[in-house]
């Protein structure tokens, strides 16, 4: 792929069930973007569970048109069994730079009933920066409620969206 003036746009997208984490239930620890935020319920995963890390690692390869993460990392591999996602994030990264292409801009959102993510949205996106190697600036993230309806606004579930802008690396 020629990346000389080339943009490329990504999308990624990843829900989660959430069950009471152990000893009460199945659910791990709630992880976004590699912040630990405090929750009674937990995802229930092959890997961590980062709903944020798959749909922002999923973007930056669909931007490339690379493998998805399901491909790369199956959950039916054992060597992805309690994986960190940051592991996953980096690979996509490290190919998005293979093929020329440096993060522009992110714009992700989380969706959840609870925990109120409120304030730790700028904490999550600078980790994510950090792990990125970019500026927070280019991290951006939002975070709603479902309304209280369907399994996500019933506090089950936690999704994800991430859309991704890549550009020529400098
Ligand atoms: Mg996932």
Same mark, same amino acid.
């Given at each position: 792929?020629?990346?000389?003036?080339?943009?490329?746009?990504?999308?990624?997208?990843?829900?989660?069930?959430?069950?009471?984490?152990?000893?009460?239930?199945?659910?791990?620890?709630?992880? #976004?973007?590699?912040?630990?935020?405090?929750?009674?319920?937990?995802?229930?995963?092959?890997?961590?569970?980062?709903?944020?890390?798959?749909?922002?690692?999923?973007?930056?390869?669909?931007?490339? $048109?690379?493998?998805?993460?399901?491909?790369?990392?199956?959950?039916?591999?054992?060597?992805?069994?309690?994986?960190?996602?940051?592991?996953?994030? *980096?690979?996509?990264?490290?190919?998005?730079?293979?093929?020329?292409?440096?993060?522009?801009?992110?714009? *992700?959102?989380?969706?959840?009933?609870?925990?109120? #993510?409120?304030?730790?949205?700028? #904490?999550?996106?600078?980790?994510?920066?950090?792990?990125?190697?970019?500026?927070?600036?280019?991290?951006? *993230?939002?975070?709603?409620?479902?309304?209280?309806?369907?399994?996500? $606004?019933?506090?089950?579930?936690?999704?994800?969206?991430?859309?991704? *802008? #890549?550009?020529?690396?400098?």
């Amino acid at each position: 792929m020629d990346a000389s003036n080339t943009l490329r746009i990504g999308h990624g997208y990843d829900l989660h069930r959430l069950e009471p984490v152990a000893p009460d239930g199945p659910g791990r620890p709630f992880v #976004l973007g590699g912040v630990q935020v405090p929750h009674d319920r937990g995802p229930v995963s092959h890997s961590d569970g980062d709903v944020l890390m798959h749909a922002v690692t999923d973007a930056l390869l669909g931007a490339i $048109g690379a493998p998805d993460i399901g491909d790369l990392f199956p959950d039916s591999s054992e060597a992805c069994r309690d994986a960190e996602s940051s592991r996953f994030l *980096l690979e996509a990264q490290r190919r998005i730079q293979a093929s020329g292409f440096d993060i522009v801009n992110m714009d *992700l959102t989380v969706i959840c009933e609870r925990p109120k #993510l409120m304030e730790y949205k700028d #904490l999550i996106a600078s980790e994510l920066a950090r792990l990125l190697g970019c500026d927070s600036s280019r991290v951006n *993230l939002k975070a709603k409620t479902h309304e209280r309806v369907d399994a996500v $606004g019933e506090g089950r579930a936690v999704e994800a969206h991430a859309v991704v *802008l #890549l550009g020529p690396k400098s």
